[in-house]
T-cell receptor, first 111, second 113 residues
Framework: SQTIHQWPATLVQPVGSPLSLECTVE??????LYWYRQAAGRGLQLLFY??????ISSEVPQNLSASRPQDRQFILSSKKLLLSDSGFYLC??????????FGEGSWLTVV | DAKTTQPTSMDCAEGRAANLPCNHS???????VYWYRQIHSQGPQYIIH???NNETNEMASLIITEDRKSSTLILPHATLRDTAVYYC??????????????FGKGTKLSVKP
């Protein structure tokens, strides 16, 4: 069966520091991969999606970037974090025509 | 904005069926009804989805009205672990670049012993 893991689960970072959140999917090949951010009490905002290695599409302009160095690995990064980057970040995957499955999430607090 | 309307909260006795309603009167012909749930501080969990026919899987059943303007998610034998916020979402079929999931406020289901 397919599984998705993302880490770290929680982190506290100072303003201006870099960020790296990692996500891997197991049990499937060539998945579509997504990064979301969920604000408290609100819905999910799609940040990035990828349909293949090195192929990244950004849904909103922001202080973040994404990379897909391997088929089942997706990384969310920032060179300099802002206070507004705080939130709950979710990695997700799908196979086209199927639904979207989420990881456990990563809580980021920028201080 | 979410295109669905759900009750804010519901209670259900453990072992009984939980019936969660959702109104989606503006649903388009190519849009599916998806249900996810989210336990506090965890990622959303996919439950079920359907287009116009009723659907059933190991977790739940989805009943969609003939005019597709509303649906009901049924958890046949609710347990304490089913306590969560349940989201009803309408969307074109997910996958590929269609990754936008517009969650509303959902229904907070509390399963009580």
């Amino acid at each position: 069966s397919q599984t998705i893991h993302q880490w770290p689960a929680t982190l506290v970072q100072p303003v201006g520091s870099p960020l790296s959140l990692e996500c891997t999917v197991e049990g499937t090949s060539n998945p579509n991969l997504y990064w979301y951010r969920q604000a408290a009490g609100r819905g999910l905002q799609l940040l990035f999606y990828s349909v293949g290695i090195g192929q990244i599409s950004s849904e909103v302009p922001q202080n973040l970037s994404a990379s897909r160095p391997q088929d089942r690995q997706f990384i969310l990064s920032s060179k300099k974090l802002l206070l507004s980057d705080s939130g709950f970040y979710l990695c997700a995957w799908s196979v086209y025509g199927d639904t979207i499955y989420f990881g456990e999430g990563s809580w980021l607090t920028v201080v | 904005d979410a295109k669905t309307t759900q009750p804010t909260s519901m209670d259900c006795a453990e072992g009984r069926a939980a019936n969660l309603p959702c109104n989606h009167s503006t649903i388009s012909g190519n849009e599916y009804v998806y249900w996810y749930r989210q336990i506090h501080s965890q990622g959303p969990q996919y439950i079920i989805h359907g287009l116009k026919n009723n659907e059933t899987n190991e977790m739940a059943s989805l009943i969609i009205t003939e005019d597709r303007k509303s649906s009901t998610l049924i958890l046949p034998h609710a347990t304490l672990r089913d306590t969560a916020v349940y989201y009803c979402i309408v969307s074109p079929r997910l996958g590929g670049s269609q990754g936008n999931l517009i969650f509303g406020k959902g229904t907070k289901l509390s399963v009580k012993p």
